[in-house]
């Protein structure tokens, strides 16, 4: 073992041991009594490191303190999540931004109005079961590859590490196992030869060896050298209708991601065992905050989106799905600033 990663591992376990018995309850509200207006919000894979500052935002009180209760509803994918929005069933999804860019191509004027990461936060994976290599594109050609769904954010990174590879997704079959624990026994049961998830699923299969890592989108530099450049990642998102008339709800979800945010920054790995429930662990804490220090960078600083990010975020969503009328796409029109603006003129001043 080098002496960098004992030095993690000791840091990891050093948060492990001082962790007290009893996991600390979210911070109670000096208005506890009060009944607050209710956001519908639609997700997948809700107890993931990819959804951490909503976690956080909801366990330490921010969301309430803002003014706005939450109603969480998980899904086992994004498309699913979004498809909740599109019922009226939902009135916010927390997703990849991508999804903004098929809206828009369907006349949908759907905006994105506080991000949460700075990478898609997703890693691929194949088998060591198999014995392949997975160098080659014969290695590659023909194998079934896990995705959470179709037209979500595993699917799109796979497709564009095939796209990397000089292969299409003809060339796999990509097979839908959402993005909940149960994706491990797909693997183990050999019914998938590799698998696109957000973490701590992913890094967990990779620190057991059942995995080895073909791509990783979870850093910044992993995510540029995939995508090319800079690109956004999970935000929150809603129907303009929606930002404008519900203008006060929408302020307090963005209040409350960026203070969770800013709490990110400075916060110990003790800090986030305390806060995160122990269902989100997968049953080895050692792991979990493992896959966060991987993680840590590439979340959200102030919640506002770039226009550089985006416009280069659609150059490449644009090839992989070979979108009609792409010309016609404004992706400035896909988010906007002024609520995470607010928020952080409020909570990073």
């Known amino acids: 073992m080098t002496s960098a990663h004992a030095s993690r591992r000791s840091l990891l376990l050093a948060a492990v041991g001082s962790l007290a018995a009893n996991q600390v309850a979210s911070a109670p509200s000096p208005d506890q009594g009060r009944v607050l207006p209710r956001v519908r919000v639609a997700l ?5 490191l990819y959804h951490l500052p909503l976690t956080l935002a909801d366990r330490l009180g921010f969301f309430r303190q803002a003014g706005v209760q939450l109603e969480w509803l998980p899904q086992e994918s994004g498309a699913k999540a979004l498809s909740q929005a599109l019922s ?3 009135d916010v999804v927390a997703g990849a931004y991508e999804h903004l860019f098929g809206l828009q191509l369907k006349g949908l004027n759907y905006q994105s109005f506080v991000q949460l990461s700075r990478t898609p936060q997703v890693s691929l994976g194949g088998s060591t079961r198999s014995g392949l290599a997975w160098r080659s594109k014969a290695d590659i050609r023909g194998m079934r590859l896990g995705i959470s769904a179709l037209d979500s954010t595993t699917h799109w990174t796979a497709s564009q590490w095939l796209r990397r590879q000089g292969l299409t997704g003809e ?13 491990m026994e797909a693997m183990r049961s050999g019914r998938i030869d590799a698998l696109c998830n957000p973490d701590p699923v992913m890094h967990w299969l990779e620190q057991k060896n059942e995995i080895r890592l073909l791509v990783d989108a979870r850093t910044l530099q992993g995510a540029r050298q995939l995508m090319g450049g800079a690109v956004p990642g999970a935000s929150l998102f809603a129907h303009a209708d929606y930002l404008q008339q519900h203008a006060d709800r929408v302020q307090a979800l963005s209040d409350g991601v960026v203070q969770a945010l800013k709490w990110l920054q400075t916060a110990g790995l003790t800090d986030i065992l305390r806060t995160v429930p122990s269902s989100h662990w997968m049953g080895d804490r050692a792991i979990y905050l493992g896959a966060f220090e991987k993680l840590r960078e590439s979340y959200a600083v102030d919640g506002r989106v770039r226009l550089e990010d985006v416009v280069h975020s659609w150059r490449v969503h644009a090839k992989l799905i070979g979108a009609v009328g792409a010309k016609q796409m404004v992706p400035e029109r896909t988010f906007t600033n002024a609520f995470s603006q607010k928020s952080a003129s409020r909570w990073l001043s």
């Open 44 to 48: 997948a894979a809700s107890q993931s």
């Open 171 to 183: 060339d796999v079959v990509f097979v839908p196992v959402g993005s909940s624990q149960g994706v």
């Open 88 to 90: 009226g069933q939902a």
